[in-house]
């Protein structure tokens, strides 16, 4: 993927598209920021980032805005206070902010409130991450026990039908 497709890709405009599956916003296969510098280069993540946390901004009631310098700032210390962090958790926190999950932003918005509401969300974050993982890991265990009993009944199944027509002697199979 080009950095030109990664910032159409993490548009603000998908954001909420991405928010309807949260399990995939944590375990899925969204780049963290990290990946993301590593990938696309500086400009490329901190001008997504910006996007991303623009949005938050602009939909407060705010009268007092962040300045451009405020908001090129806010996405450094994102992504330097948060390399682990998913693009997709980005996200996910600014339609969270949005719908009321961390509070009212009152009559201005500051990059200090924003930060504040993201370290709670990391926290968070990090423990749906381990739910999400331990729920999936728990349901492929289930699959692979459910797999193995119908192989089990199977064979089970097999042996039966062979000792009723009388294919193999009975005397020769194991307890």
Same mark, same amino acid.
């Not at 939909?59 to 330097?80: C, H, K, M, N, P």
């Given at each position: 993927?080009?950095?030109?497709?990664?910032?159409?890709?993490?548009?603000?405009?998908?954001?909420?598209?991405?928010?309807?599956?949260?399990?995939?916003?944590?375990?899925?296969?969204?780049?963290?920021?990290?990946?993301?510098?590593?990938?696309?280069?500086?400009?490329?993540?901190?001008?997504?980032?910006?996007?991303?946390?623009?949005?938050?901004?602009?939909?407060?009631? =705010?009268? $007092?805005? !962040?300045? +451009?310098?405020? /908001?090129? #700032?806010? =996405?450094? $210390?994102? !992504?330097? +206070?948060?390399? /682990?962090? #998913?693009?997709?958790?980005?996200? !996910?926190?600014?339609?969270?902010?949005?719908?009321?999950?961390?509070?009212?932003?009152?009559?201005?918005?500051?990059?200090?409130?924003?930060?504040?509401?993201?370290?709670?969300?990391?926290?968070?974050?990090?423990?749906?991450?381990?739910?999400?993982?331990?729920?999936?890991?728990?349901?492929?265990?289930?699959?692979?026990?459910?797999?193995?009993?119908?192989?089990?009944?199977?064979?089970?199944?097999?042996?039966?039908?062979?000792?009723?027509?009388?294919?193999?002697?009975?005397?020769?199979?194991?307890?």
């Amino acid at each position: 993927m080009t950095a030109q497709e990664f910032k159409t890709m993490y548009n603000s405009k998908y954001m909420y598209a991405y928010a309807m599956d949260e399990e995939r916003c944590h375990i899925g296969t969204a780049p963290t920021l990290a990946d993301s510098l590593h990938e696309y280069g500086r400009d490329c993540v901190l001008s997504v980032i910006d996007e991303i946390l623009y949005s938050l901004v602009t939909f407060t009631s =705010a009268r $007092v805005q !962040l300045s +451009q310098e405020q /908001r090129g #700032r806010l =996405a450094w $210390v994102v !992504l330097t +206070q948060y390399p /682990r962090m #998913r693009i997709t958790e980005l996200i !996910l926190f600014v339609v969270k902010a949005q719908s009321g999950k961390f509070g009212k932003f009152y009559d201005r918005i500051d990059p200090i409130d924003i930060t504040t509401a993201l370290t709670k969300w990391w926290a968070e974050c990090q423990q749906l991450r381990n739910q999400y993982r331990l729920a999936r890991y728990e349901q492929e265990q289930e699959a692979s026990r459910d797999e193995s009993d119908r192989t089990h009944r199977a064979n089970i199944d097999e042996i039966r039908t062979m000792l009723l027509n009388g294919l193999c002697d009975p005397k020769k199979l194991k307890s």
